[in-house]
């Protein structure tokens, strides 16, 4: 009877988390166990089990009066998630030069470009591959606390990602200077390969995430 408590536990886990990070619940949505166990089509003990999953990874927050919300994403927190990523994945992106390895990670990240090109009509999967992408390019540091610090915030990467793709960024021209900037990378020239992925990746990112922000 446990296990299958648990395994209801991480479904309802599961689904709300996705029906968050895909703005099914939009931030500053309020919800209520009773409207999660209506969705989910579950008891209460599963549903109340995944509510506090959710709400000590910070995507579910409650008031001094119990009520209860999806975590909402201000213009500070998107400013700092791209300061934060041009930081880290602009010393990686350098590294994968410098250390004569980008050959090798040219063809690591077209495995991820893969994925994202065949999720291209499927703009929530297309970020999560574009998320896996990014992971891939400061994976250069061998580095497991960079890593784990790099995925705790991939819940708000992959929001705003999709705040910038509604504001009017186009996945298609994404896609298409991503292919050019591996080719670039495939060249050794670092100056236009950067160029894409800070052009591309952070200003363009950032600047439409921001752009009629809700």
Do not use: C
């Not at 166990?37 to 549903?47: A, E, I, Q, Y």
């Not at 705790?152 to 298409?176: A, C, F, H, P």
């Amino acid at each position: 009877m446990a296990d299958k408590t648990i395994s209801l536990a991480d479904q309802a886990y599961s689904q709300i988390k996705t029906s968050i990070l895909n703005l099914t619940y939009p931030p500053g949505m309020q919800l209520t166990e009773a409207m999660l166990t209506r969705d989910l089509g579950m008891s209460r003990n599963p549903v109340r089990t995944a509510i506090k999953m959710l709400q000590n990874e910070g995507l579910l927050v409650s008031d001094y009066y119990k009520s209860m919300r999806v975590k909402e994403i201000t213009d500070k927190d998107i400013r700092d998630i791209y300061q934060l990523r041009e930081l880290l994945e602009g010393a990686a992106f350098k590294l994968i030069f410098d250390s004569g390895r980008t050959e090798e990670y040219s063809y690591r990240i077209e495995e991820k470009f893969v994925h994202m090109r065949a999720a291209a009509g499927n703009v929530y999967e297309w970020e999560l591959a574009d998320s896996q992408m990014h992971l891939e390019i400061v994976s250069i540091f061998e580095n497991p606390r960079i890593t784990r610090f790099y995925e705790s915030n991939l819940s708000e990467l992959i929001r705003i990602g999709l705040y910038s793709v509604k504001n009017g960024m186009r996945i298609e021209s994404t896609n298409e200077n991503l292919k050019k900037m591996i080719g670039y990378m495939r060249e050794g020239n670092y100056e236009k390969a950067y160029a894409i992925l800070e052009g591309d990746h952070f200003r363009i990112g950032k600047d439409t995430a921001l752009k009629e922000h809700p």
